[in-house]
């Protein structure tokens, strides 16, 4: 819910063939963005008045796991230093 806000910033959304928007920004900014989504998807949820259970689920549905690309992306400009 909260992709509709930044939706070419994630995969399922980008036009095949076009450029990813993460290679534009820093690794930082980019995984801000797609940890964002999910305090946006709140903030729609609160909007529409969607269920508890349902915001409960956009809170909860990618657990505490990193941003693996992000990561990589971060850890090969760190080395490149």
């Not at 806000?5 to 063939?17: A, D, R």
């Not at 920004?25 to 609160?46: C, F, K, M, N, Y």
């Not at 508890?52 to 080395?79: C, K, P, S, V």
């Amino acid at each position: 819910m909260g992709e509709a806000l930044n939706p070419t910033f994630f995969i399922e959304n980008q036009v095949p063939g076009s450029v990813n928007k993460h290679h534009d920004i820093a690794p930082e900014g980019s995984a801000a963005t797609i940890i964002r989504h999910v305090t946006d998807g709140i903030q729609l949820a609160l909007k529409y008045r969607l269920p508890g259970r349902l915001q409960d689920f956009i809170l909860e549905h990618h657990g505490t796991l990193i941003t693996r690309y992000q990561y990589g992306q971060a850890m090969e400009a760190a080395n490149g230093m």
